[in-house]
T-cell receptor, first 114, second 111 residues
């Protein structure tokens, strides 16, 4: 039944050690998103894909990269995590087209940076 | 221009009460306004959404009121229950596949 799957659910990394978070979807949606959510804050959009077209937010640090090898999978790479990158990372998907097509979120990956 | 302002930051009501959460926006290009419910350790889930051509929308115990001229919209939860205790986010979108989220309201419903 799971529609947007994120692995791992919890990730611990060391300061400066690259880390990759993964997201997969069974919905066949062509739009995929990565959000960063810090404690008690709103989700902040990092980037989104429309199919393979990559859209980076202007204030997303260069330290964050993403790959979408196919419709189902999307990866978030943090090249050199800092303490300030500790957060919940949320993947979401939606079908393109109608503005009221629902955005579906995964359960998130909680990243801890030591 | 791209902000969505949400208030209050937190809210405590008794069971059966009607919590009201308010949001305001500036960008008149926004034309879709969803509300999300988020439980601790989970991703947000769509609760209810409205388009600006409608002044009110009800789904079960949840109602959105929309005031286009004031550029404000609000979420009302009728007969609130302890299970409604969660963080609620309003959001706005303008058809670019991007969503601007409000800052969130942490709701606690007392039994």
């Amino acid at each position: 039944d799971a529609m947007v799957i994120q692995n791992p659910r919890y990730q611990v990394t060391q300061f400066g050690k690259p880390v990759t978070l993964s997201c997969s979807q069974t919905l066949n949606h062509n739009v995929m998103y990565w959000y960063q959510q810090k404690s008690s804050q709103a989700p902040k959009l990092l980037f989104h894909y429309y199919d393979k077209d990559f859209n980076n937010e202007a204030d997303t640090p260069d330290n964050f990269q993403s790959r979408r090898p196919n419709t189902s999978f999307c990866f978030l790479d943090i090249r050199s995590p800092g303490l300030g990158d500790a957060a919940m990372y949320l993947c979401a998907t939606r079908e393109a087209g109608g503005i009221d097509n629902e955005q579906f979120f995964g359960p998130g990956t909680r990243l801890t940076v030591l | 221009q791209q902000q969505v302002k949400q208030s209050p930051q937190s809210l405590i009501v008794q069971k059966g009460g009607i919590p009201i959460i308010n949001c305001a926006y500036e960008n008149t290009a926004f034309d879709y306004f969803p509300w999300y419910q988020q439980f601790p350790g989970k991703g947000p889930a769509l609760l209810i959404a409205i388009r600006p051509d409608v002044s009110e929308k009800k789904e079960g115990r949840f109602t959105i009121s929309f005031n286009k001229s004031a550029k404000q919209f609000s979420l009302h939860i009728m007969d609130s229950q302890p299970g409604d205790s969660a963080t609620y986010f309003c959001a706005a979108s303008s058809g670019t596949y991007k969503y601007i989220f409000g800052t969130g309201t942490r709701l606690k419903v007392l039994a």
